[in-house]
């Protein structure tokens, strides 16, 4: 399994680059994992968005839908995009420590 | 190893390969490798990993072979080593042809089209898919996503009310955008013609695309819906192998179309859910499907060449390129409609070259995207295509399928290609032109039948106002046919042959038209043919009439939606007008 390195850590994550164990997640591996993503900054809106999808999934166990993340957040469903370049599902959600979305994505 | 030390998997999946009944171009297959090398020029992953022998197709397919050998052909058990027989299966081998069916191929064909002995080793590679499914053994991902197709009824797991309140969140963006709430998503309503199915990936985390589908079907006017249940046309089946689930999740969108009473369902751009859904379904699930399939592609041209919806194509100037879904170009030979649509949206269309056919595979086909094992391997695999992408100078990739979005998206964020891709329903609905908003379609119609309802009451003949067109070669044929339906109220036209046919049906557009089979020169099966294919008067009602019963299977083989009726001559009046009347209230109750 590929590891990815975050300050002195050495975290497990899968072939795509999600993190396998929500619960190692923090602040410092969201910041090195939006790197991947095309995020060199994480803004105030970015955590917003970040801090929704987290929530949800430790409480669900699934990413939520957009229209959940979209309606709880209040962004438009384009400026999630323009937050996140590679969209919801690949992005967000992998700064935000979630396991990789099922299915055709 | 003995019998009892062997894991159910192992004995299951031996008792399969003993007893499976195969495909007649599965057996070709297994025989016919030459190991002539030419499927190694073929498939991306050999292309890109060339010192690696096993990314080869025949070796692959050697591995799924050697198989048969061993459990089905009986040089194979007599002297296994003489002949390449596999040796008797283990736990670990069943990990191993995992890793080969699922990880070193897509399925997307390529390699079989450049076949010189006809040799299918996508299918064969699916086949051993199944076989590796139905024991259990599978790449998580594709484990969940079927269970949630099964189970859910759409492979994102979405729920009806998530679902819903989507489909009303576009509405209301639509209704900001717009200034009226005219182009609110209908949903379920019953009688619509068009009945639109997508992908959960749209409205799960994407739902930009139905927005702008929502957009053209309101522009161009037409009666759509879409479905509470049976909306997702995507399925897994054909990624795992399975057929009971390929046909589990066809009929479930196929009943509900019906249920809803629908003419025509309207499938969106998803390479692998259009040929899940319009040409393997109907066999995997042994159903007959009553209405018309197409692509979204086929129903945005339409629209276009009928003048339904207006585009300016300068609203699109960046350069695109188009790359073919392997579903879609090699799968169901669905490559130039795309090309056609994007020339008459874009103002700089630059081919990817090889193309059509001979595309290479984006990454993500036969479900890798949900395969996170595999990714490594696939995105090395992914070089031809960024190579390919590259060379266009395109700053847009359009593709028509979902998966082909993500596989590319990761094929250009890894390779570091300065372009984005898009689909062609994005596109169109860019270069949209509205005019004034037309009237909802179905709103005269609705009118036109309640007022001839009311007028045949009054009179108490039940055709009339309506119209109809009769077409027969024989005048005394026509003759009777015209006054008993005359005398019963309708209005008549006639046509004497297949061409005056036409000719009328587009100038008069009747409500229904009674066809005669053998008339000479465009005879009524080929006249029947066009008419379903001419967009105009598709939606025509259509009755044989025939003295031949024996060509009630030719007209059903049509590649087109089925008559409403079928009569054999001699006709007596009675039928004749009970038939037509309950044709034509068929279509009172669907509208």
Same mark, same amino acid.
């Given at each position: 399994?590929?590891?990815?390195k975050?300050?002195?850590?050495?975290?497990d994550?899968?072939?795509?680059?999600f993190?396998?164990?929500?619960e190692?997640?923090?602040e410092e591996?969201a910041?090195?994992? &939006?790197k991947?993503e095309g995020?060199e900054?994480?803004?105030?809106?970015?955590?917003?968005? @970040?801090?929704?999808?987290r929530?949800?999934?430790?409480?669900y166990?699934?990413?939520?839908?957009?229209r959940?993340?979209?309606k709880?957040?209040?962004?438009?469903?384009?400026?999630?995009?323009?937050l996140?370049?590679s969209?919801?599902?690949?992005?967000?959600?992998k700064?935000?420590?979630?396991?990789?979305?099922?299915?055709?994505v | 190893?003995?019998?009892?030390?062997?894991?159910?998997?192992v004995r299951?999946?031996?008792?399969?390969?003993?007893?499976k009944?195969?495909?007649?171009?599965?057996?070709?297959?297994? @025989?016919?490798?030459?190991?002539?090398?030419?499927?190694?020029?073929?498939?991306h992953?050999?292309?890109?990993?060339p010192?690696d022998?096993?990314?080869?197709?025949?070796?692959?397919?050697?591995?799924?072979?050697?198989?048969?050998?061993?459990y089905?052909?009986?040089?194979?058990?007599?002297?296994?080593w003489?002949?390449g027989?596999?040796?008797?299966?283990?736990?670990?081998?069943?990990?191993?042809?995992k890793d080969i069916?699922?990880?070193?191929?897509?399925?997307?064909?390529?390699?079989?089209?450049?076949?010189?002995?006809?040799?299918d080793?996508a299918?064969?590679?699916?086949?051993?898919?199944?076989?590796?499914?139905?024991?259990?053994?599978m790449?998580?991902?594709?484990?969940?996503?079927?269970?949630?197709?099964?189970?859910?009824?759409?492979?994102?797991?979405?729920?009806?009310?998530?679902?819903l309140d989507?489909l009303?969140w576009?509405?209301?963006?639509?209704a900001?955008e717009?200034?009226?709430?005219?182009?609110?998503?209908p949903?379920?309503?019953?009688?619509?013609k068009? @009945?639109?199915?997508?992908?959960?990936?749209?409205?799960?985390?994407?739902?930009?695309?139905?927005?702008?589908?929502?957009?053209?079907?309101?522009?161009?006017?037409?009666?759509?819906?879409m479905?509470?249940e049976?909306?997702?046309?995507t399925?897994?089946g054909?990624?795992?192998?399975?057929d009971?689930?390929g046909g589990?999740?066809?009929?479930?969108?196929?009943d509900k179309v019906?249920?809803l009473?629908g003419?025509?369902?309207?499938?969106?751009?998803?390479g692998?859910?259009?040929?899940?859904?319009?040409?393997?379904?109907?066999?995997w699930?042994?159903?007959?499907v009553?209405?018309?399939?197409?692509s979204?592609?086929m129903?945005?041209?339409r629209?276009?060449?009928?003048?339904r919806?207006?585009?300016?194509?300068?609203?699109n100037?960046?350069?695109?390129?188009y790359?073919?879904?392997c579903n879609?170009?090699?799968?169901?030979?669905f490559?130039?409609?795309?090309?056609?649509?994007?020339?008459?949206?874009?103002?700089?269309?630059?081919?990817m070259?090889p193309?059509?056919?001979?595309n290479?595979?984006?990454?993500g086909?036969?479900?890798a995207?949900?395969?996170?094992?595999?990714?490594?391997?696939?995105?090395? &695999?992914?070089? @031809?295509?960024?190579?390919?992408?590259?060379?266009?100078?395109?700053k847009i990739?359009?593709?028509?399928?979902?998966?082909?979005?993500?596989?590319?998206?990761?094929?250009?964020?890894?390779y570091?290609?300065?372009c984005?891709?898009?689909?062609?329903?994005?596109?169109?609905?860019?270069a949209?032109?509205?005019?004034e908003?037309?009237?909802?379609?179905?709103?005269?119609?609705?009118?036109v039948?309640?007022?001839a309802?009311?007028?045949?009451?009054r009179?108490?003949?039940?055709?009339t106002?309506?119209r109809?067109?009769?077409?027969?070669?024989?005048e005394?044929a026509r003759?009777?046919l015209s006054m008993?339906?005359?005398?019963a109220?309708?209005s008549i036209f006639?046509?004497a042959?297949?061409?005056?046919?036409?000719r009328?049906?587009?100038?008069e557009?009747?409500?229904?038209?009674t066809?005669?089979?053998?008339?000479?020169?465009?005879?009524g099966?080929?006249?029947?043919?066009?008419?379903?294919?001419?967009?105009?008067?598709?939606?025509i009602?259509?009755c044989i009439?025939?003295?031949?019963?024996e060509f009630?299977k030719?007209?059903?083989?049509?590649?087109v939606?089925?008559?409403?009726g079928?009569?054999?001559k001699?006709?007596?009046?009675?039928d004749l007008?009970?038939?037509?009347r309950?044709?034509?209230?068929?279509?009172?109750?669907?509208?």
């Amino acid at each position: 399994m590929p590891e990815f390195k975050v300050g002195d850590r050495v975290l497990d994550i899968d072939e795509d680059g999600f993190i396998q164990k929500p619960e190692v997640w923090d602040e410092e591996v969201a910041k090195a994992l &939006s790197k991947t993503e095309g995020v060199e900054q994480m803004s105030e809106n970015h955590w917003k968005l @970040v801090n929704y999808l987290r929530q949800y999934y430790l409480e669900y166990g699934v990413a939520p839908m957009i229209r959940k993340l979209c309606k709880a957040t209040g962004f438009k469903l384009n400026e999630i995009y323009e937050l996140f370049p590679s969209g919801p599902a690949k992005g967000a959600c992998k700064v935000a420590g979630l396991p990789k979305p099922t299915g055709c994505v | 190893m003995s019998e009892s030390q062997k894991s159910y998997k192992v004995r299951k999946l031996e008792e399969l390969l003993r007893n499976k009944k195969l495909p007649r171009q599965v057996v070709g297959s297994l @025989v016919g490798c030459i190991h002539c090398g030419m499927c190694h020029e073929s498939c991306h992953y050999a292309l890109s990993s060339p010192d690696d022998p096993r990314m080869t197709p025949s070796y692959k397919a050697d591995q799924i072979r050697k198989l048969f050998k061993r459990y089905r052909d009986w040089t194979g058990r007599v002297f296994p080593w003489w002949v390449g027989a596999h040796t008797p299966l283990t736990d670990e081998d069943l990990e191993r042809l995992k890793d080969i069916a699922f990880g070193t191929c897509t399925n997307c064909r390529r390699c079989t089209f450049n076949c010189p002995m006809g040799v299918d080793t996508a299918t064969l590679n699916r086949l051993m898919r199944g076989l590796l499914t139905s024991v259990g053994v599978m790449p998580e991902g594709v484990r969940v996503v079927s269970k949630d197709q099964w189970e859910i009824g759409n492979q994102m797991g979405v729920l009806k009310e998530d679902f819903l309140d989507t489909l009303e969140w576009m509405s209301e963006e639509l209704a900001e955008e717009l200034g009226h709430d005219r182009a609110a998503i209908p949903v379920d309503k019953q009688g619509s013609k068009v @009945v639109y199915a997508i992908n959960p990936r749209e409205a799960k985390y994407d739902p930009r695309t139905i927005k702008s589908a929502a957009l053209i079907f309101y522009a161009a006017g037409e009666s759509w819906t879409m479905a509470s249940e049976g909306w997702d046309q995507t399925n897994f089946g054909l990624f795992s192998g399975d057929d009971q689930l390929g046909g589990a999740a066809g009929r479930r969108v196929f009943d509900k179309v019906a249920e809803l009473g629908g003419e025509r369902l309207v499938i969106s751009e998803c390479g692998h859910g259009y040929r899940s859904t319009r040409c393997e379904a109907p066999n995997w699930a042994g159903v007959t499907v009553p209405f018309v399939m197409e692509s979204s592609v086929m129903t945005m041209l339409r629209y276009i060449k009928e003048g339904r919806i207006k585009v300016d194509k300068t609203k699109n100037s960046a350069r695109v390129t188009y790359h073919d879904s392997c579903n879609l170009a090699r799968s169901c030979g669905f490559y130039e409609e795309p090309r056609e649509l994007l020339r008459l949206v874009t103002t700089d269309f630059q081919e990817m070259h090889p193309n059509r056919t001979e595309n290479y595979c984006c990454t993500g086909g036969g479900g890798a995207m949900s395969m996170s094992e595999y990714a490594p391997r696939r995105l090395k &695999s992914g070089r @031809v295509k960024a190579d390919q992408i590259a060379a266009t100078g395109a700053k847009i990739v359009v593709t028509s399928c979902h998966n082909c979005v993500d596989g590319l998206g990761d094929v250009i964020k890894h390779y570091k290609l300065d372009c984005q891709v898009k689909q062609l329903v994005d596109l169109v609905a860019e270069a949209l032109v509205l005019d004034e908003p037309k009237p909802a379609e179905e709103a005269p119609q609705v009118a036109v039948t309640a007022a001839a309802g009311a007028a045949a009451q009054r009179d108490g003949r039940s055709l009339t106002g309506r119209r109809i067109l009769v077409v027969d070669d024989e005048e005394d044929a026509r003759t009777f046919l015209s006054m008993v339906l005359e005398d019963a109220g309708a209005s008549i036209f006639q046509a004497a042959d297949g061409a005056e046919a036409i000719r009328v049906a587009l100038k008069e557009r009747p409500d229904l038209i009674t066809l005669d089979l053998s008339m000479p020169g465009k005879d009524g099966i080929e006249t029947f043919t066009e008419l379903r294919r001419t967009p105009q008067i598709a939606q025509i009602q259509v009755c044989i009439i025939t003295g031949h019963p024996e060509f009630r299977k030719l007209i059903y083989d049509r590649p087109v939606a089925p008559p409403e009726g079928y009569m054999n001559k001699p006709v007596k009046a009675e039928d004749l007008v009970a038939n037509v009347r309950r044709i034509l209230e068929l279509e009172k109750r669907r509208a």
